[in-house]
């Protein structure tokens, strides 16, 4: 079979509507569509538990301290769980695990825009789990029908786990909504900070050229203004139904067109912070993972070794 | 004397002073080591022992909040209230689990010494006059089990492997030796607990037993056993602290004292 062929019958499954596994041949594109997208997935739930850490041992009350830990370490499991799946993809193109993690200590791979923003107040850590985190679910949501059976196995048990942390951050928002006048105002001030980057996080509104070859490989199959489209439905309401105003006057809904109509984020700005690391904490959290990841290789190594000395 | 009831326990007034001197122990031994091992949430030397790691820093807490919890029973505050706002002189955690992690032979080291003191202290527990206590000591030393079988290779393995990691253990090893003695310490009500049958045994038979667990699995890392640690300098168990545990408790309560009536 050349490789027309192959990869016409490639297309052919996707139509039907199978699903594609690690070992079955795929067209290089393909793969490296995959490869860039999971990658990207995965480091930015490593990098994304660097914001919520931060709260880990300030968490005001035992129930929350118990509760943040719990979801913290539910992020670097998904970030564990979607390197592995990277890892099958990576391993013909000649790459590894500690290769995986050298591209974002290198600046070689992207992570979530969201995640570079600063955390300074526990609202924030309630803000994260509740928009954020929500808006992670309605994306991860959308990737459930993926074309890579791996994915869509891993992704499943993710989004289980992430409308937990929902739960989570609604709960302390909740506390703080409903509470004194500084609270509010720490609330406020946290969804203040947090809208233009989530409005951000769903990605340009056009389709790039690299976001419909994904649709054309259905490896995804939404829009990102469809999905942005979606968390407005979700949100708005719930935003405002707790008495919490949203930093955007221009926002609408236009009843015709049955669409929010929204005020456009700084595009270059956040690309930029994206692209080179540029945002008020990218290099401290990169910092904290190259001190996990370089400062420790000793104990990697040692567990290697010690490994090849004991009798198989 | 069996007792069944927080309220029974309350009816001899030295039988519950003991009581609570020895929860408290309990209680903030597990929150200190909870609360350091948290910190090394995202931090760890990979993702996989990330998430182990995280799971044993959340039993810690969780069973601090079970002791603090039989506290309140007992007309002690709220658990929120002791785990937040008590002064470091309060606290009864032993000195060595208030200090900062250092790297992660050290807080291996750490672990591995004070599981096994765990280990032989709720094995003293599990036949308490205090059933509440007795009860659930028996679910705690389920969970503390499966930290010793994660632990321990881990602890071993590094001793192993020669090179840096192996330095990196001896030095730890030789760090945390002078403020081990301060786990077998049960402070000044000692007697008392014997006496009410709350604990089997009291400090000297604590720290033998502790040697029995623990020199083994120095033979078996190959290194040589520095003998049962000397009484340490400050006993926790009296109140004695450093400044490692006023900065862990100002860090551990930023949030919460911003507003202390409030709903968090």
Request: hydrophobic share 40%.
């Amino acid at each position: 079979m050349n490789h027309d062929e192959r990869h016409d019958r490639f297309m052919e499954r996707l139509e039907r509507g199978e699903k594609i596994e690690a070992t079955d041949w795929m067209p290089d594109e393909y793969r490296r569509l995959l490869l860039k997208l999971i990658h990207m997935h995965a480091v930015s739930e490593i990098m994304g538990a660097f914001p919520e850490k931060e709260w880990v041992p300030k968490a005001p009350t035992l129930k929350r301290k118990l509760a943040i830990m719990a979801k913290v370490q539910d992020e670097m499991g998904h970030g564990q769980l979607l390197l592995r799946v990277a890892e099958d993809l990576a391993a013909p193109l000649g790459k590894t695990r500690e290769d995986l993690i050298d591209d974002l200590i290198e600046g070689r791979v992207k992570f979530h825009n969201v995640f570079h923003m600063g955390s300074p107040t526990w609202a924030d850590a309630g803000v994260i789990g509740w928009l954020v985190d929500g808006a992670a679910i309605i994306n991860q949501a959308a990737l459930l029908d993926t074309s890579y059976g791996p994915y869509a196995r891993v992704l499943k048990r993710i989004c289980a786990e992430e409308s937990f942390h929902m739960q989570h951050g609604e709960n302390i928002i909740l506390a703080l909504a409903g509470g004194t006048k500084e609270q509010k105002r720490m609330l406020q001030e946290a969804v203040n900070r947090w809208w233009e980057p989530l409005i951000f996080f769903f990605g340009p509104v056009e389709v790039t050229p690299a976001a419909q070859r994904m649709i054309d490989y259905k490896i995804r199959t939404k829009t990102n203004e469809e999905l942005r489209q979606q968390f407005f439905n979700k949100y708005i309401p719930r935003i405002r139904s707790l008495g919490l105003t949203i930093p955007d006057p221009d926002l609408r809904c236009d009843e015709k067109e049955g669409k929010w109509i929204f005020t456009e984020p700084d595009w270059k700005k956040f690309g930029e912070i994206v692209r080179f690391n540029r945002g008020p904490k990218s290099q401290e959290r990169i910092g904290l993972r190259r001190f996990a990841h370089e400062e420790q290789r000793w104990v990697r190594e040692a567990l290697v070794r010690s490994r090849e000395k004991q009798p198989v | 004397m069996i007792m069944e009831t927080a309220d029974q326990a309350a009816q001899n007034p030295g039988c519950r002073r003991a009581l609570a001197e020895l929860l408290y122990q309990l209680a903030d031994d597990e929150l200190c080591l909870g609360h350091r091992d948290s910190e090394w949430l995202g931090l760890a030397p990979d993702i996989e022992g990330d998430v182990a790691f995280s799971s044993i820093a959340q039993d810690e807490v969780g069973h601090a909040v079970f002791y603090l919890g039989l506290l309140h029973e007992l007309g002690e505050e709220s658990p929120d209230r002791l785990a937040f706002f008590r002064k470091a002189e309060e606290r009864k955690n032993a000195v060595l689990l208030e200090q900062p992690n250092g790297d992660w032979a050290r807080t291996m080291v750490r672990h591995v010494l004070y599981d096994a003191f765990d280990d032989v202290r709720t094995e003293a527990l599990v036949n308490s006059s205090y059933r509440p206590l007795a009860r659930g000591v028996a679910k705690i030393r389920r969970e503390e089990h499966y930290h010793l079988l994660q632990l321990k290779p881990w602890f071993i393995r590094l001793a192993r492997a020669g090179g840096e990691a192996r330095k990196r253990v001896e030095r730890a090893v030789g760090e945390v030796w002078s403020e081990a003695g301060g786990f077998f310490s049960l402070g000044d009500e000692e007697e008392e607990m014997i006496r009410s049958g709350l604990i089997a045994c009291g400090s000297e038979e604590l720290a033998r037993r502790w040697e029995m667990r623990v020199k083994p699995v120095f033979d078996e890392a190959g290194l040589t056993w520095p003998g049962l640690p000397p009484a340490p300098g400050k006993d926790g168990r009296r109140g004695e602290h450093t400044e490692d545990l006023t900065e862990l408790i100002r860090t551990m309560s930023e949030v919460v004292v911003t507003d202390s009536a409030a709903r968090w």
